[in-house]
């Protein structure tokens, strides 16, 4: 469905649009070259950024109802879970520049946590799987604009 929206996105818009790879989103929700090294995507305090399972009340969010992070990016701890373009699959442990996730697999990655999840979910490093065609309440996507 997220590869559907985006095709007619950009058919309509006359633009590319993409999900982002999980390197792409895990840089953006650190705060890129303005980072201050928080554990969340803007503070070390969720409340600070995140809708997570203890204040939620069960649902999502307006987004920009909380800080944004040292970019001005909004939401990428918690409220949703964002999908990322990358099929999961184990780091690599040499060092890497903007690396790309497996060539296939069952699973996509999502990112972010969400309104359903935990605290330390929603930590710029929490990484989690679903299968393609999973759809859920928790998840959304986020996305960029390749130029």
């Not at 649009?17 to 201050?36: D, H, I, Q």
Request: proline share 3%; hydrophobic share 25%; charged share 20%.
């Amino acid at each position: 469905d997220c590869q559907e929206f985006i095709s007619k996105l950009n058919r309509i818009t006359g633009k590319t649009f993409r999900l982002p790879t999980e390197a792409e989103w895990e840089y953006a929700a650190r705060g890129g070259n303005k980072s201050r090294g928080y554990q969340y995507s803007g503070s070390n305090n969720t409340l600070d950024v995140a809708w997570f399972r203890d204040n939620s009340g069960s649902n999502t969010h307006a987004v920009g109802t909380k800080q944004p992070n040292e970019l001005g990016i909004y939401d990428m701890s918690g409220n949703v879970g964002e999908w990322c373009q990358d099929w999961h699959g184990l780091y690599n442990s040499s060092s890497q520049v903007n690396p790309t996730g497996a060539n296939s697999g069952p699973y996509r990655v999502f990112r972010g946590g969400g309104w359903f999840y935990v605290a330390w979910s929603c930590r710029s490093s929490f990484r989690y799987i679903y299968e393609p065609d999973d759809r859920d309440t928790t998840l959304g996507l986020r996305l960029v604009l390749s130029e």
